[in-house]
C-alpha cells in the first residue's frame, strides 16, 4: 500500500523466462528469455493514486514478443506484473526498491 499524501520513486530490476506453453503463432521456446528496468514515480494524492513509469529492455534471448514488466496501481496498492505472449507459461523475479517522501499536508 501507498501511504496517503506520499511520493514514491521505484526501480524494479526484472528477469522471466519461458518454462512452457504452445505458443505457435511466433515460435520461441522453453529458455526464451527477457530482462528490463521498470521505474517510475507513485503519488498517492489524498487517497488517489497516480503512477508515471518507463521501461528499458537490458537484454533477451530467443521469441520475447509481447512480453514486458509493468508496475501499475490499483486502489492504494503498488504492484508488479509480468506479462508474456499468449499460450506461453513463464517464470518471473524481480527486485524492487523503493524511495519515499511522506507529507504533512494534503498533496
Known amino acids: 500500500a501507498i501511504p496517503e499524501n506520499s511520493v514514491m520513486y521505484f526501480h524494479a530490476d526484472v528477469i522471466a523466462v519461458r518454462v512452457g506453453g504452445t505458443d505457435t503463432s511466433g515460435g520461441g521456446a522453453v529458455g526464451d528469455y527477457g530482462s528490463w ?13 497516480s503512477i508515471s513509469r518507463e521501461r528499458d529492455i537490458i537484454k533477451h534471448s530467443g521469441h520475447t514478443t509481447h512480453w514486458q514488466p509493468t508496475g501499475i496501481v490499483s486502489g492504494t496498492n503498488f504492484a508488479m506484473r509480468v506479462r508474456g505472449h499468449a499460450d506461453t507459461i513463464i517464470e518471473w523475479a524481480s527486485n524492487i526498491t523503493f524511495t519515499e517522501i511522506k507529507t504533512g499536508v494534503a498533496l
Not at 37 to 49: M, P
Open 37 to 49: 528496468v521498470e521505474r517510475g514515480v507513485i503519488i498517492n494524492k489524498s487517497g488517489v493514486l
